[in-house]
């Protein structure tokens, strides 16, 4: 495909993943040269319960959620703001 950008620096991953994989050892890590400790701590963090917001524990620590529960008349009021502030946020 040729998008009508080209960059003579840039080689495919995959390539130099699958040349040079022999040489890596069991558990060794690939590092870039730009790879911060910010990016290894965002890496530890997901999946990290303490750490990851969109994480689903498989504890049954909330109640069930029951669509079909009736709701109180603010509880629809709230649904509905909410929905069409995250509509108006996205337009």
């Not at 969109?54 to 009736?70: E, N, T, W, Y």
Request: contains cysteine; proline residues 8%.
């Amino acid at each position: 495909m040729d998008d009508g950008y080209q960059d003579d620096n840039y080689k495919v991953p995959s390539e130099i993943i699958t040349t040079h994989r022999v040489d890596m050892q069991s558990g060794a890590l690939l590092f870039d040269k730009d790879f911060s400790l910010h990016d290894a701590m965002a890496a530890f963090e997901i999946g990290e319960p303490r750490f990851d917001s969109g994480l689903a524990l498989l504890d049954d620590s909330r109640p069930p959620f029951d669509p079909l529960a009736p709701l109180l008349p603010e509880q629809v009021c709230w649904v509905i703001d909410h929905a069409v502030s995250c509509e108006l946020a996205l337009s």
